[in-house]
């Protein structure tokens, strides 16, 4: 279980293409997301975003 979970920035605009875990070091964001799915970090959670675009 993370307390800290904190991305990297290091997609193509920003995005968080990974995080870092004290303790750990890098995730992936595939892999964390099936982490907090699972329910491994009980602190954390996921959104979706719908966006549209006109």
């Not at 990297?8 to 995080?19: C, F, K, L, V």
């Not at 004290?22 to 907090?36: I, K, P, S, T, Y």
């Amino acid at each position: 279980m993370a307390k800290n979970i904190r991305g990297n920035h290091d997609g193509e605009n920003g995005e968080n293409d990974s995080y870092t875990i004290a303790g750990r070091g890098v995730v992936e964001r595939d892999q964390l997301v099936r982490e907090v799915e699972e329910g491994r970090h009980p602190n954390h959670h996921g959104v979706n975003l719908c966006i549209i675009e006109k």
